[in-house]
């Protein structure tokens, strides 16, 4: 048996996501977690076969999750199921060292299809996102800008964003300057909302 780990925060699709792949002859869920936090303690406990990560959940994302699962189980596969097939999402998902990812309006056949491909050492991706990717190119943002953005993106003062990032009001501005010139937009909330578009944030 293949042996599933779940990761989704939306409890009625993750009843169904379970529910459909334990109709399956050789899968078996045997961890199902509601929020980013939960994934690698739950992946030491049922040492599964393949991780199913959602990116955006509560606590930590499912791509921060995804590198240290790699880390801390490197036997257990990861895979990506997202409702928000982003470019720059499939991109951080690689860097993180996912085996797949997939968008979650496939059928259900396709993402059983790909739990078996990555555990035969196939690296399975949306074929339609992958195009997707090429076109867009790397994020242009460093680390610590996409945290200044990300930080303002939900209308935060300078002030606010420097005191949680533990930063000096000027060095945010810097850093928000620098974001917007890079993301070719007029202000920050643009560029939030491009950086977010593309898979970025």
Same mark, same amino acid.
């Given at each position: 048996? =293949? *042996? ?6 939306? $409890? ?9 792949? $334990?109709?399956? /002859? +050789?899968?078996? #869920? ?9 994934? #690698?303690?739950?992946?030491? +406990? ?17 791509? %921060? ?6 880390? *801390? #189980?490197? @036997?257990? *596969? ?9 470019? $720059?999402?499939?991109? !951080? ?5 996912? /085996?797949?990812?997939?968008?979650? +309006?496939?059928? #259900? ?5 790909? =739990?078996? !491909?990555?555990? !035969?050492?196939? !690296? ?14 790397? @994020?242009?943002?460093? +680390?610590?800008?996409? %945290? ?11 002030? %606010? ?15 928000? &300057? &620098? &974001? ?7 202000? *920050? ?13």
């Amino acid at each position: 048996m =293949i *042996r599933v780990l779940l990761a989704e925060d939306q $409890g009625m699709m993750r009843g169904a996501l379970a529910l459909l792949l $334990g109709l399956e /002859d +050789d899968i078996e #869920v045997v961890a199902q977690v509601a929020s980013g936090d939960e994934i #690698v303690p739950a992946a030491l +406990d049922a040492r599964p076969d393949v991780a199913l990560l959602d990116i955006e959940m509560p606590g930590r994302n499912g791509l %921060d999750a995804a590198a240290e699962l790699r880390r *801390r #189980v490197p @036997s257990c *596969r990861v895979l990506i199921l997202t409702t928000f097939g982003r470019p $720059g999402y499939l991109r !951080r998902a690689m860097e993180a060292g996912a /085996d797949g990812f997939l968008v979650k +309006d496939g059928p #259900v056949e396709e993402l059983a299809g790909a =739990i078996r !491909r990555v555990l !035969r050492d196939e !690296r399975v991706i949306d074929p339609a996102l992958a195009a997707a990717a090429l076109g867009t190119g790397p @994020s242009p943002l460093t +680390d610590r800008e996409r %945290d200044v953005l990300a930080a303002a993106a939900d209308g935060s003062t300078i002030a %606010d964003i420097a005191a949680r990032l533990h930063l000096s009001e000027s060095t945010v501005r810097n850093y928000l &300057s &620098s &974001s917007i010139g890079k993301t070719g937009t007029r202000n *920050r909330i643009e560029a939030a909302r491009l950086a977010r578009h593309n898979g970025w944030l």
